[in-house]
């Protein structure tokens, strides 16, 4: 009886132990991706803020920053290894999209023309690599980013 009991513990508790250990890998990786992805809303909110309401120095020092962390955050995910195979580098595309015609905005209004061009074709050819068959003007993305924000706006903000 004793032999019994304590055979049926130690498979009972093995068999505990390898779900338990399944269960919280995947409860894990959930949170983790929960927080890549919250990563880029907090700086794109910060961004976005710092267009709207700071000077334009500020507003540039963001939308960089924002950048570089997307860029950062997109090369991690081509490699499946590094990310756990969680994103696909389309995933932060779109905002780069949108960061880089932000930012274009930004030297415009401070009349650098050169560098605002660089922004809009970096913007251009990120957006040709999801749409090849589709050519997207300056305007078109400029407007994007208008409505962009004009949608979010009046939401909370992450973080807050």
């Known amino acids: 009886m004793k032999i019994t009991f304590a055979a049926a513990s130690i498979i009972g508790f093995s068999v505990g ?7 919280g890998k995947e409860a894990s990786l959930f949170m983790q991706s929960a927080e890549v992805m919250s990563i880029p809303a907090i700086t794109s909110d910060f961004a976005l803020g710092q267009f709207e309401h700071a000077d334009q120095g500020h507003a540039h020092q963001a939308v960089v920053l924002e950048i570089k962390l ?3 955050l997109e090369r991690v995910v081509q490699e499946p290894e590094a990310s756990g195979g969680l ?10 999209i949108l960061a880089y015609t932000r930012l274009a905005l930004i030297e415009e209004t401070a009349g650098q023309t050169d560098a605002a061009r660089r922004d809009l074709d970096q913007a251009k050819a990120r ?10 003007t300056d305007e078109q993305l400029k407007d994007t980013l208008r409505r ?5 706006e009046g939401l909370p903000k992450v973080g807050s």
């Open 17 to 23: 132990v390898v779900c338990g250990c399944y269960e």
């Open 70 to 72: 997307l860029e950062q």
């Open 127 to 136: 957006f040709n690599r999801n749409r090849p068959d589709r050519e997207v």
């Open 87 to 96: 994103f696909a580098p389309e995933v932060f595309r779109f905002q780069l």
């Open 148 to 152: 962009f924000d004009a949608a979010f």
